[in-house]
């Protein structure tokens, strides 16, 4: 079992840049892959990026490309979304998840946190 906490989220302006944090406490988060998806009002929750277990490898979603990167620290059991040049469409509940692997699908990941507003104006 391992929980999942997120934090860094709130009001930015369009062009600014925010740091995610996601803290797991129980099991270490060195024993799973960590993906980041997000839920915007009124839409399906979308997948933004995630990182492998061991090497490092990372997978991007349309809307990470370019802009956003994830990084983990297996010694604070702590992974990061770094997210540069902000868009009012990101606007939106950001969650942290951990899973056996690496993947874009919700079902893939085991654990969630309850999730972080992010909201970005014009």
């Known amino acids: 079992q391992v929980q999942l906490v997120e934090s860094g989220g709130g009001l930015v302006q369009a062009g600014d840049s925010l740091r995610l944090s996601c803290a797991a406490s129980?099991?270490?988060?060195?024993?799973?892959?960590l993906g980041w998806f997000r839920q915007a009002p009124g839409k399906e929750r979308e997948f933004v990026i995630a990182i492998s277990l061991t090497n490092g490898i990372t997978t991007y979603g349309d809307s990470a490309k370019g802009r956003f990167t994830i990084s983990r620290d297996n010694a604070k059991s702590t992974v990061y979304l770094q997210m540069n040049s902000l868009k009012p469409e990101d606007t939106s509940v950001y969650f942290c998840?951990?899973?056996?692997?690496?993947?874009?699908?919700?079902?893939?990941?085991?654990?969630w946190g309850e999730g972080n507003q992010v909201t970005v104006s014009s």
């Open positions: 129980g099991r270490a988060v060195s024993s799973y892959a």
């Open positions: 998840a951990a899973g056996p692997v690496r993947a874009t699908i919700e079902s893939a990941y085991d654990y």
